[in-house]
């Protein structure tokens, strides 16, 4: 490959590296292409790219990139080893994370070696440990129904003493009542 497009795929990687809100770089040994390409079709539905570079371009432009808040770029250069490929994405990697774990349990080829969040370098395991997280909608849920169950017991509470007060102002009228029967047959019967 010319000098020249070495240079203008390095600029171009290093752009896209640096517009990531994430990188997640993994190792696929012997991964078949038609699994590469269903890979890359579920990641495209995520707004992510799965990148296949030379290991010595990959290192080069990562090094090259500056670092953007805690993310530096240059700190991922040490897991590029062997057959290795990225992902990269602009919006939150639960998601991705979880795609990926799941693409793994069906194609052992395929492992995490670690990644770039904003929290900085990350490895597989804490990957993984993300991908197990419910949803975001779940957890919002979870929440709600916390903040909401004080609120439903103090209502149940307040029903029960609600219908306990009907009870008794029921007997008492039903003993008013039997009361008022009881006058009616002794005052008849005079």
């Known amino acids: 490959m ?33 699994d590469m390409h269903e890979l890359r ?17 990959a290192r080069l432009v990562l090094k090259s990139c500056s670092p953007k808040g805690r993310m530096d770029l240059s700190k991922c250069a040490g897991l590029i080893d062997g057959s290795v490929g990225m992902t ?7 998601g991705v994370s979880k795609l990926l774990v799941n693409f793994i349990k069906s ?29 975001r909608d779940v957890l919002l849920a979870n929440v709600v129904r916390g903040l909401n169950a004080p609120v439903t017991s103090l209502v149940n509470a307040l029903d029960q003493v609600i219908k306990k007060f009907v009870i008794v102002i029921d007997k008492v009228r039903e003993k008013i009542a039997t009361a008022e029967g009881a006058e009616k047959k002794e005052g008849g019967t005079k």
Do not use: W
């Open 2 to 34: 010319a000098s020249y497009d070495k240079e203008l795929m390095a600029k171009e990687l290093k752009d896209k590296f640096q517009d990531a809100a994430f990188l997640i770089i993994t190792s696929f040994n012997k991964l078949a292409a038609i």
């Open 41 to 57: 079709r579920k990641l495209d539905s995520h707004s992510c790219e799965y990148l296949v570079i030379k290991n010595r371009i």
């Open 88 to 94: 990269i994405g602009k919006q939150s990697p639960e």
């Open 107 to 135: 194609h052992e080829s395929l492992t995490i070696r670690g990644g770039m969040f904003e929290e900085g370098l990350v490895s597989a395991g804490y990957i993984n440990e993300l991908a197990s997280l419910p949803t």
